[in-house]
């Protein structure tokens, strides 16, 4: 069972996206072909998406599912005439909304991913600086980060670093647990120093061995072996530390994120 | 006019505050102040997610507004206890969906971001690496990429690239244009032989400004004249090579993402 999803929008499309997405995941024994319509701002551009919509029901057989976030009335009407099932992702929330706060909505285009409020920008930027110039242990002073992540090496800090700066406007450091510390088991005085900023990404070991084996083919890095004392070494350390940790194995790059500021109380808006 | 706002989900809270920043960007006189109550997946979490709504409608006299994707019934019910606007995200498109698909939605909690699927995943970490070794000009062999931007320094290249890479596992390489390049204009072969997956950005001459003097203060690489220089060189440089280009000014890293992937006619799905 497979059915055709167009996201429309007059802006970027990650509202529809995000949202259809959250949806259509509910009905998971139909898998989805999506595709993105983004920027339909005007009469020639809704009717262009109308016709790839009609010939993806000439091609499919299957009435397609549309899930619209456009605000103009007249291009949502336009798309309409596609015969598509049309999903308005804004519609049954403005009614309640208008009435409780008293006003009607402005309906401007593209809002939710378009305005840039400068200072934000600013923070987001130099959020994703900070991540670059803290990543991997490179810059370990960590007096301005409000997250360090700790671990192994390959247990998914980079990437969460990243996100949490590129979304969240966090400064977020990593620190890769050297052989040393695990030998030790002890922290670095400069993370110890940090202690309410650290949290710890910990990985199966096996899996580990995977992601270090597509990097490093061959290499005692990734033997089994080598990635099972290390990720045993930094589970023991963080726990005589009072690190909290969390497994990446199964869990996705949002997911950490969302958990890390959670436990951490940090207070950031999504971008 | 102030109100305060709950994303509430059993899951990162990601849909929800998606979809409520979006609708309620559209009642623009009123500001928000958001809060982010993830992984409220049982009753006691429910609980302590009303205690708070209750505490913040004592604290500000007005009722708080709870942007809800919770999806088990008997939680969203004792949220609904706290007295709150309960706009739950999720029902007015179920009922639809359910009649189109011919079946029931499968009520799982937090599956929109929770779910792994290890090749997207692996595809998004590579991604990631991807974007980390070919950044500014590190790496200059294109042959993997899927994109690469170019642009003078301090445009916006690698937010971009990282944000492309994160979300839509994207490989995406940046070169910054040398003093050399822009008095030769002429792209370097290497550019000139991926021209199809080239796309320039530009940003105003103040505003890179700006930016860079925060970077490196008081240094020639920082004067508005040097600025200017290298913007009107590079912009000519790129309309002579036929290369799209985007301003970074008052665009958002999604927006810019979201033109370029359209632009180049790349079809990945959001993660």
Do not use: W
Request: glycine share 6%.
């Amino acid at each position: 069972m497979r059915r055709t999803v167009f996201y429309i929008s007059d802006g970027t499309g990650i509202t529809a996206e995000t949202i259809g997405h959250s949806v259509l995941t509910q009905f998971e024994p139909i898998e989805f072909d999506s595709f993105r319509i983004p920027f339909v701002d005007s009469e020639v551009k809704a009717h262009a998406a109308v016709a790839r919509i009609r010939n993806a029901e000439a091609l499919t057989g299957a009435r397609p599912i549309v899930i619209n976030t456009v605000v103009d009335e007249q291009l949502s009407e336009l798309l309409t005439t596609s015969g598509a099932v049309m999903i308005d992702v804004f519609a049954p929330f403005i009614a309640p909304l208008e009435r409780e706060l008293g006003l009607s909505r402005t309906r401007r285009v593209g809002q939710a991913h378009g305005l840039v409020n400068f200072a934000e920008y600013e923070a987001r930027i130099n959020a994703t600086n900070y991540a670059l110039a803290h990543d991997d242990g490179l810059d370990v002073n960590y007096a301005d980060a409000e997250v360090v992540l700790v671990g192994v090496s390959r247990s998914g800090k980079t990437p969460t670093c990243l996100y949490m700066a590129l979304h969240y406007g966090v400064r977020a450091a990593n620190y890769p647990l050297t052989e040393e510390d695990l030998d030790r088991q002890e922290l670095p005085e400069r993370l110890r120093s940090n202690r309410a900023k650290l949290f710890g990404l910990t990985i199966d070991p096996m899996r580990l061995q995977q992601v270090r084996e597509q990097r490093k083919p061959g290499s005692r890095y990734a033997t089994l072996e080598q990635c099972r004392r290390e990720v045993a070494d930094a589970e023991r350390l963080m726990k005589r530390e009072g690190v909290s940790m969390l497994s990446t194995t199964h869990t996705s790059i949002e997911e950490i994120a969302s958990k890390i500021l959670a436990q951490l109380g940090i207070e950031k808006h999504l971008y």
